[in-house]
Nanobody
Framework: QVQLVESGGGSVQAGGSLRLSCAASGRAFSTYTLGWFRQPPGKEREFVAFISGRGGNIDYADSVKGRFTISRDNAKNTAYLQMNDLEPEDTAVYYC???????????????WGQGTQVTVST
């Protein structure tokens, strides 16, 4: 079993940046695909980005391409989401997740963090 803890959320103005971190306490971190998902207020959870175990396979939602960057440091058992040029529409609770296959759908992920709030004001 894998335990994930997100951090780095907060409130920023439009155009600002945040860097989210996802620290894993389980074993075999490098064998898992790490995904980021978000849930805006009153809406369904949606895919943001994933990165495969060795970092060779990366994908982003169209809404964040060119603005967000996903990365991981397997030596530190940590994944990151660098968010630049933030927009009010990015306001959501952001979750990291771990799964065995690189996919852009939540049902493929087995382990989830508690979420961290990101709020972007105008």
């Amino acid at each position: 079993q894998v335990q994930l803890v997100e951090s780095g959320g907060g409130s920023v103005q439009a155009g600002g940046s945040l860097r989210l971190s996802c620290a894993a306490s389980g074993r075999a971190f490098s064998t898992y695909t790490l995904g980021w998902f978000r849930q805006p207020p009153g809406k369904e959870r949606e895919f943001v980005a994933f990165i495969s175990g060795r970092g060779g396979n990366i994908d982003y939602a169209d809404s964040v391409k060119g603005r967000f960057t996903i990365s991981r440091d397997n030596a530190k058992n940590t994944a990151y989401l660098q968010m630049n040029d933030l927009e009010p529409e990015d306001t959501a609770v952001y979750y990291c997740a771990a799964g065995g296959i690189a996919r852009n759908t939540a049902r493929w992920y087995d382990y989830w963090g508690q979420g961290t709030q990101v709020t972007v004001s105008t």
